[in-house]
């Protein structure tokens, strides 16, 4: 049998992918790049834009889709004998693309290159080549450059054994709570996990660390001793603060090293800090014009904080009787008085987002908004219940994407959005490929037979990524390395996706989007008004909350010494600009995935940052709420400017595109009831 890694005729071969595979599909696919990079480096090879592609990039496409469907694998369904396997291969795959980056004849060849034979996209591209040279060391020799290759492999390394620790920890985690401790928690949650508790011979309910799991006990069980022991399994997760059985996932000597490895790199490269290396190909100018930001936003933020935590304290005194509340009753207090403020609640809510019919509401809005259609098709997959499509113009392909949506064991947690093949007029046949993406989160299950409930962050959540999805799946760049989201700058990534979130408070959005799971009534528009009204509830604790990571990352990465506890700095940040003093046990970094094994190191403030953009962006929309002609119009003019345009451009030039001038802050501000 053919070895499914190794057939790129169409999509990626799921259901056949085995980690017997994994192997020898490297094996052969290494040596074919390898051969490619010493054909294009001879001193006879000419120095072409289309000879280097129809050479190289032909061959390490194939390797980057080949390996991308293995971490995917073992990202959405990780076994020991697949994990081995990744594992096995990750220092190999590692070694090639650092040696790749930092390959000085390489560097040279395109250095040679005549630009003037360049077209608008294969300029932005070449000049993103030659960056990302400097940037993997291609400037480097003798033993500065072996220890560069070193550092890469190492990261690499580590940072799938911090990504491994916190899945780990959580996976290990559960608690089979008992008929009184469950008391406020909704019955579909309830359902889930008794059915759970009873798949394994227990009696009670079983509770993890999932977030499907965890948070309606957070936010809805009346037992404060119950939401406490849950608080603390999470915040101390892959920590030294976890029970003992748990210990072999501390996380903690993993950060230290990564923290080290990326500081001798960054001196290695000429740079003091791994702030200064991260935001070179980024909007941002400088580490400090981030920290800047940060903290005027905490600034401005910091008065409506406080006036939620006050809020919070006087309604927990005065209708729950806490005139001392923790940490771990802050989630329910908020709920409560949520539900006093505004007479509804999350669980309410819940009962009219039925998965199926909130995905139908958003594709109809997609169809609308960007000219298109989305229709299900049949692709291998790698679990039964996920799902793919196909997106269309006119009849034309213009994408297709996976849609991964339950939580479950050996899946990592969050909600993310991966390529799995870029957009690209192929220089090997000169054809056109058209992007696939994969999009993925961790719902709650269905239960009784019913359908799915999604909470409203959960559809916000299912937005974001489809964000994402469209940017990728959108584009009209025929150059793979600026099509889609490639080559578009990490503080501007984030733009479309947060954009898309606007919709999930649009009434004529919603209105097309919710069934109750048992009468099948869409949502009362009374209903949609208290939840308007309530769509900044603690706006300033959330935005002070995401500035609390932000701000730890960057200075994590410019000012703090790698041999010192991380903790200290944690709490001098909090100290700065949180509200409500969180436990000295909580140790929230040691599962800082984004940071630490997801390509956000010094770089977390993008989602702050990008807001700025997407709220500005959205105003344009808001302009033409009473006719639907314009809001057409400004979303052809959105498509064009932003999501075809890919990475073919700084981002900046886009975003002028669209709006006419540079982005304001004003926008955000108002959008989240702090102007």
Same mark, same amino acid.
């Given at each position: 049998?053919?070895?499914?890694?190794?057939?790129?005729?169409?999509?990626?071969?799921?259901? /056949?992918?085995?980690?017997? +595979?994994?192997?020898?599909?490297?094996?052969?696919?290494?040596?074919?790049?390898?051969?490619?990079?010493?054909?294009?480096?001879?001193?006879?090879?000419?120095?072409?834009?289309?000879?280097?592609?129809?050479?190289?990039?032909?061959?390490?496409?194939?390797?980057?889709?080949?390996?991308?469907?293995?971490? *995917?694998?073992?990202?959405?369904?990780?076994?020991?004998?697949?994990?081995?396997?990744?594992?096995?291969?990750?220092?190999?795959?590692?070694?090639?693309?650092?040696?790749?980056?930092?390959?000085?004849?390489? &560097?040279?060849? %395109?250095?040679?290159?005549?630009?003037?034979?360049? =077209?608008?996209?294969?300029?932005?591209? *070449?000049?993103?080549?030659?960056?990302?040279?400097?940037?993997?060391?291609?400037?480097?020799?003798?033993?500065?450059?072996?220890?560069?290759?070193?550092?890469?492999?190492?990261?690499?390394?580590?940072?799938?054994?911090?990504?491994?620790?916190?899945?780990?920890?959580?996976?290990?985690?559960?608690?089979?709570?008992?008929?009184?401790?469950?008391?406020?928690?909704?019955?579909?949650?309830?359902?889930?996990?008794?059915?759970?508790?009873?798949?394994?011979?227990?009696?009670? &309910?079983?509770?993890?660390?999932?977030?499907?799991?965890?948070?309606?006990?957070?936010?809805?069980? +009346?037992?404060?001793?119950?939401?406490?022991?849950?608080?603390?399994?999470?915040?101390?997760?892959?920590?030294?603060?976890?029970?003992?059985?748990?210990?072999?996932?501390? =996380?903690?000597?993993?950060?230290?090293?990564?923290?080290?490895?990326?500081?001798?790199?960054? !001196?290695?490269?000429?740079?003091? =800090?791994? @702030?200064?290396?991260?935001?070179?190909?980024?909007?941002?100018?400088?580490?400090?014009?981030?920290?800047?930001?940060? #903290?005027?936003?905490?600034?401005?933020?910091?008065? %409506?904080?406080?006036?939620?935590?006050?809020?919070?304290?006087?309604?927990?005194?005065?209708?729950?009787?806490?005139?001392?509340?923790?940490?771990?009753?802050?989630?329910?207090?908020?709920?409560?008085?949520?539900?006093?403020?505004?007479?509804?609640?999350?669980?309410?809510?819940?009962?009219?987002?039925?998965?199926? !019919?909130?995905?139908?509401?958003?594709?109809?809005?997609?169809?609308?908004?960007?000219?298109?259609?989305?229709?299900?098709?049949?692709?291998?997959?790698?679990?039964?219940?996920?799902?793919?499509? #196909?997106?269309?113009?006119?009849?034309?392909?213009?994408?297709?994407?996976?849609?991964?949506?339950?939580? #479950?064991?050996?899946?990592?947690?969050?909600?993310?959005?991966?390529?799995?093949?870029?957009?690209?007029? #192929?220089?090997?046949?000169?054809?056109?490929?058209?992007?696939?993406?994969?999009?993925?989160?961790?719902?709650?299950?269905?239960?009784?037979?019913?359908?799915?409930?999604?909470?409203?962050?959960?559809?916000?959540?299912?937005?974001?990524?489809?964000?994402?999805?469209?940017?990728?799946?959108?584009?009209?760049?025929?150059?793979?390395?600026?099509? @889609?989201?490639?080559?578009?700058?990490?503080?501007?990534?984030?733009?479309?996706?947060?954009?898309?979130?606007?919709?999930?408070?649009?009434?004529?959005?919603?209105?097309?989007?919710?069934?109750?799971?048992?009468?099948?009534?869409?949502?009362? /528009?009374?209903?949609?008004?208290?939840?308007?009204?309530?769509?900044?509830?603690?706006?300033?604790?959330?935005?002070?909350?995401?500035?609390?990571?932000?701000?730890?990352?960057?200075?994590? *990465?410019?000012? *703090?010494?790698?041999?010192?506890?991380?903790?200290?700095?944690?709490?001098?940040?909090?100290?700065?600009?949180?509200?409500?003093?969180?436990?000295? %046990?909580?140790?929230?970094?040691?599962?800082?995935?984004?940071?630490?094994?997801?390509?956000?190191?010094?770089?977390? %403030?993008?989602?702050?940052?990008?807001?700025?953009?997407?709220?500005?962006?959205?105003?344009?929309?808001?302009?033409?709420?009473?006719?639907?002609?314009?809001?057409?119009?400004?979303?052809?003019?959105?498509?064009?400017?932003?999501?075809?345009?890919?990475?073919?451009?700084?981002?900046?030039?886009?975003?002028?595109?669209?709006?006419?001038?540079?982005?304001?802050?004003?926008?955000?501000?108002?959008?989240?009831?702090?102007?």
């Amino acid at each position: 049998m053919t070895n499914p890694l190794l057939d790129f005729s169409d999509l990626p071969l799921f259901d /056949r992918i085995l980690p017997a +595979h994994v192997s020898p599909a490297l094996d052969e696919l290494l040596v074919k790049a390898d051969a490619a990079l010493e054909l294009v480096t001879a001193p006879e090879f000419p120095a072409t834009w289309s000879g280097i592609a129809k050479v190289l990039d032909v061959a390490t496409e194939q390797l980057g889709r080949a390996w991308g469907a293995v971490s *995917h694998l073992n990202s959405v369904a990780d076994t020991p004998e697949l994990r081995a396997a990744y594992n096995a291969a990750l220092p190999r795959v590692t070694e090639f693309w650092t040696r790749l980056g930092a390959d000085e004849r390489l &560097y040279a060849k %395109y250095k040679a290159i005549d630009t003037a034979t360049l =077209n608008t996209e294969q300029l932005q591209a *070449h000049k993103n080549a030659i960056r990302n040279f400097v940037l993997s060391g291609a400037e480097l020799s003798g033993p500065a450059k072996e220890r560069f290759a070193q550092i890469q492999e190492r990261q690499a390394e580590l940072s799938q054994k911090f990504s491994e620790n916190a899945l780990d920890a959580t996976d290990a985690f559960a608690y089979y709570a008992s008929e009184e401790e469950i008391a406020g928690i909704q019955q579909d949650v309830l359902q889930t996990a008794k059915a759970q508790a009873e798949a394994e011979g227990k009696s009670g &309910y079983r509770i993890s660390l999932k977030m499907p799991s965890y948070l309606p006990v957070m936010q809805f069980a +009346h037992s404060s001793a119950l939401r406490e022991k849950l608080y603390k399994a999470y915040t101390t997760r892959a920590s030294d603060q976890a029970p003992e059985e748990f210990a072999k996932f501390d =996380n903690s000597a993993v950060m230290r090293e990564i923290l080290s490895l990326r500081l001798e790199e960054s !001196k290695l490269l000429g740079y003091q =800090n791994f @702030g200064e290396v991260s935001v070179v190909p980024k909007m941002a100018k400088s580490p400090e014009e981030v920290v800047t930001f940060l #903290r005027d936003l905490a600034q401005r933020a910091r008065p %409506y904080a406080e006036k939620d935590v006050a809020d919070l304290r006087a309604f927990a005194a005065e209708s729950l009787g806490q005139t001392d509340p923790q940490p771990w009753d802050y989630t329910y207090i908020g709920e409560k008085l949520k539900e006093a403020r505004y007479a509804f609640s999350e669980q309410e809510v819940k009962q009219y987002f039925t998965a199926p !019919k909130v995905l139908a509401g958003l594709f109809k809005i997609v169809e609308s908004l960007f000219e298109v259609a989305i229709r299900e098709d049949a692709a291998p997959v790698w679990k039964a219940g996920v799902a793919f499509y #196909r997106i269309e113009r006119n009849g034309q392909l213009l994408g297709q994407f996976y849609l991964d949506q339950p939580a #479950r064991t050996g899946k990592r947690g969050g909600a993310w959005m991966d390529d799995v093949r870029a957009r690209w007029l #192929r220089p090997d046949t000169g054809a056109l490929q058209t992007p696939v993406a994969h999009l993925v989160c961790n719902f709650a299950e269905g239960a009784g037979g019913k359908p799915a409930l999604l909470t409203h962050d959960d559809v916000t959540t299912l937005f974001h990524e489809f964000g994402h999805g469209l940017h990728h799946l959108l584009t009209q760049v025929n150059e793979h390395d600026v099509s @889609g989201i490639s080559g578009v700058e990490w503080d501007a990534v984030e733009l479309p996706s947060k954009f898309m979130e606007n919709f999930c408070w649009e009434w004529g959005v919603l209105s097309n989007m919710t069934a109750h799971v048992e009468t099948g009534e869409s949502l009362p /528009r009374a209903l949609f008004d208290k939840m308007l009204a309530a769509k900044n509830f603690q706006s300033g604790l959330q935005t002070l909350r995401q500035v609390e990571f932000s701000l730890f990352d960057m200075l994590l *990465h410019t000012s *703090h010494n790698p041999d010192e506890d991380l903790m200290g700095l944690l709490n001098e940040v909090r100290r700065e600009v949180a509200v409500i003093a969180a436990p000295a %046990y909580s140790r929230t970094a040691h599962t800082f995935s984004h940071i630490f094994s997801g390509g956000y190191a010094a770089g977390y %403030y993008s989602y702050k940052w990008a807001e700025v953009l997407s709220a500005d962006a959205y105003a344009a929309f808001e302009d033409t709420a009473a006719s639907a002609e314009a809001t057409m119009a400004v979303g052809r003019q959105y498509r064009q400017a932003i999501l075809e345009a890919g990475g073919s451009r700084p981002a900046m030039e886009s975003f002028k595109a669209f709006r006419g001038r540079e982005p304001s802050l004003d926008a955000l501000l108002r959008h989240q009831g702090m102007a």
